[in-house]
């Protein structure tokens, strides 16, 4: 059974960092993108970071470009979201998926994990 499990995720203030952990397990593949998504309570889910774990290339929201880092370590089979500078527009619930292509889009994706709330005050 493929699970997604995410960890990390707090209370901070504002310029402070949090590093996201999300550990795959149950896959008989390796999935073509990782990624990660946030959701804000009112708001619609939104693409953050994605990564190919062939490349290693990766996209980025413009509103988290230069601040967030995603990374991966295969042998681990865990893919890392290292969020610096952190706003308090950065809280929401954080997601990762596991999909086939490079996008933000997340109707490409069909494994996604439970989430871990980050919260960040001013």
């Known amino acids: 059974q493929v699970q997604l499990v995410e960890s990390g995720g707090g209370s901070v203030q504002a310029g402070e960092s949090l590093r996201l952990s999300c550990a795959a397990s149950?896959?008989?593949?390796?999935?073509?993108?990782m990624a990660w998504f946030r959701q804000a309570p009112g708001k619609e889910r939104e693409g953050v970071a994605v990564?190919?774990?062939?490349?290693?290339?990766?996209d980025y929201a413009v509103s988290v470009k230069g601040r967030f880092t995603i990374s991966l370590d295969n042998a681990k089979k865990t893919v890392y979201l290292q969020m610096n500078s952190l706003k308090p527009e950065d809280t929401a619930l954080y997601s990762c998926a596991a999909g086939s292509f490079l996008t933000l889009s997340d109707k490409l994706y069909f494994y996604w994990g439970q989430g871990t709330q980050v919260t960040v005050s001013s």
């Open positions: 990564i190919l774990p062939g490349g290693p290339t990766t």
């Open positions: 149950g896959f008989t593949y390796t999935p073509r993108s």
